[in-house]
């Protein structure tokens, strides 16, 4: 009989599960969190975790927030269960479960309500989950899209802020009012200067509604830069069934990772952090050589080998890279083009973090779909392919493979495979990303003229006479044999 994950039952659970050792009631929020889903769930939160086992951060606990009405159902179920969940890691040997007790609560929705926990004067941190797409950057600029209707309606209405930016802002404001510190801001997105992208938004958004506070917040609120890593997929039927199936335990919102885990934090916290040094965190002074390695090689590499393995039918990222032509071509890509537009890190080896990268793509357990890894390619490849794809042609470096890699997302952006399979687009730009990707087909550069994803690169003749070619092969040769050919030149 499975047994139903809340406070009550914990001491039901079966023995093969590991269970919080510590009392729940002896924590207390330190930590406003936007965006609980399953990747900070099972990372910021396992952090936290462990310190709690060992009596430590007690006054670290983490209250969810979301604006996003879509979240109302994560919300219910989570607090159905007091806001306890299953964090579940995987491996071809491995499949151990354990509870999570770090969140305490989970506001969703009504922002007052959201609003009043973050003037909360034990919270001192807020991060941020919002996908890499959610910090309204103007591709064309690199800078505040200020022009985006949600942040001029902001900013014309600063008594009823409806982005979390906003929010975050009318928040600091009363906190220096009522002489309470202003807390921490900090993302968790796979964003190159995640921290000093949260800033520029913020203070951005903070100059349309008041330029005086805006610079206050310029010189009191830090926003540190960190690089997080765990493989996280997304909840289904498959993940609730093997945590019901393998466990007994009846969890409306599991989690189903990777065993493996990385976080590198700026150490730049004046109103305090939790000791996550002694659980395994690493804070430097400089983040930006560790945050490029991880988005130019981990993230690019699923982007590299996501959209050949849509094309060619794969359903899962684990079957698409045991593919050996789609494991040369994301080794080649690697070791041609990407490793020399990065700088040299002292005692890491970029070909051993690339080995290591791939033999967690290969985990046959974690199932990470690639539709998931497809998802919303319009803000993925601006952060993940394009500043490459920039240095590279800035410094004289080769392009073919970069220029592979967008020819075969503009051909996935088609929304056929190559057995003429319909491929759903999950992208905020759908339409127009397939309509260009049509058009492409006569005419390349109409898919590098979307300003909004490539900025100017469709000016650059160099790269548009590479694209075009590789563009032109795909489609007249197909995936493999236009995949070989760039290996083989």
């Not at 491995?94 to 609560?105: E, N």
């Not at 998802?375 to 410094?395: E, H, M, Y």
Request: charged share 25%; with cysteine; aromatic share 8%.
């Amino acid at each position: 009989m499975l047994i139903n994950l809340n406070q009550n039952n914990l001491e039901s659970l079966p023995s093969g599960v590991k269970v919080l050792s510590y009392k729940r009631e002896n924590l207390s929020p330190g930590i406003l969190h936007f965006g609980v889903g399953n990747f900070p769930r099972a990372h910021m939160a396992y952090y936290l975790e462990e310190l709690h086992e060992q009596g430590l951060a007690v006054d670290w606990g983490i209250v969810g927030a979301s604006l996003r009405n879509s979240t109302s159902s994560m919300r219910d179920a989570l607090k159905k269960q007091n806001c306890l969940f299953t964090v579940t890691e995987l491996d071809a040997d491995v499949c151990s479960t354990r509870i999570f007790g770090s969140l305490l609560d989970f506001h969703a929705i009504d922002h007052n309500v959201v609003l009043e926990a973050l003037l909360d004067p034990r919270i001192r941190i807020v991060t941020l989950c919002i996908t890499e797409g959610g910090y309204f950057i103007d591709a064309r600029t690199g800078g505040l899209a200020s022009d985006d209707p949600n942040i001029r309606d902001d900013a014309k209405n600063e008594a009823n802020p409806q982005t979390i930016f906003g929010l975050i802002i009318k928040a600091l404001k009363f906190r220096r009012q009522k002489n309470l510190e202003p807390f921490t801001v900090m993302s968790l997105d796979n964003l190159p200067g995640n921290g000093d992208l949260t800033k520029q938004t913020v203070v951005g958004l903070a100059k349309l509604i008041d330029t005086q506070f805006a610079n206050w917040i310029e010189v009191n609120v830090a926003f540190p830069n960190c690089m997080v890593d765990c493989i996280v997929p997304a909840t289904g039927e498959r993940e609730r069934n093997l945590v019901a199936e393998q466990f007994g335990i009846a969890d409306e919102a599991p989690v189903v990772c990777e065993p493996f885990r990385q976080w590198v934090i700026e150490d730049h916290f004046p109103t305090g952090r939790p000791a996550f040094e002694k659980v395994g965190v690493e804070f430097v002074k400089e983040i930006v050589p560790y945050e490029l390695m991880k988005l130019r090689i981990l993230n690019a590499s699923h982007a590299s080998f996501c959209y050949a393995g849509a094309l060619l039918g794969f359903h899962y990222g684990n079957d698409a890279i045991a593919d050996p032509l789609l494991l040369a071509w994301v080794k080649a890509l690697q070791t041609r083009e990407v490793f020399q537009t990065l700088e040299p890190i002292p005692n890491i080896s970029y070909e051993a973090y690339l080995g290591k990268v791939l033999q967690r793509f290969s985990n046959p357990e974690i199932k990470d779909t690639i539709a998931r890894l497809a998802f919303c390619g319009s803000d993925r490849q601006p952060k993940f392919i394009l500043p490459t794809l920039r240095d590279a042609l800035a410094s004289g470096g080769p392009i073919d493979g970069l220029s592979v890699e967008l020819a075969l997302w503009c051909r996935y952006c088609t929304c056929l495979t190559e057995d003429k399979k319909v491929i759903e687009l999950e992208d905020n730009h759908a339409a127009e990303l397939k309509r260009r990707a049509i058009e492409a087909i006569k005419r390349p550069n109409a898919f590098l003229e979307f300003s909004e994803v490539f900025g100017n690169l469709s000016e650059n003749r160099r790269l548009s006479k590479a694209f075009s070619f590789w563009l032109d092969a795909l489609h007249r040769d197909g995936v493999r044999t236009t995949i070989k050919q760039y290996l083989n030149d």
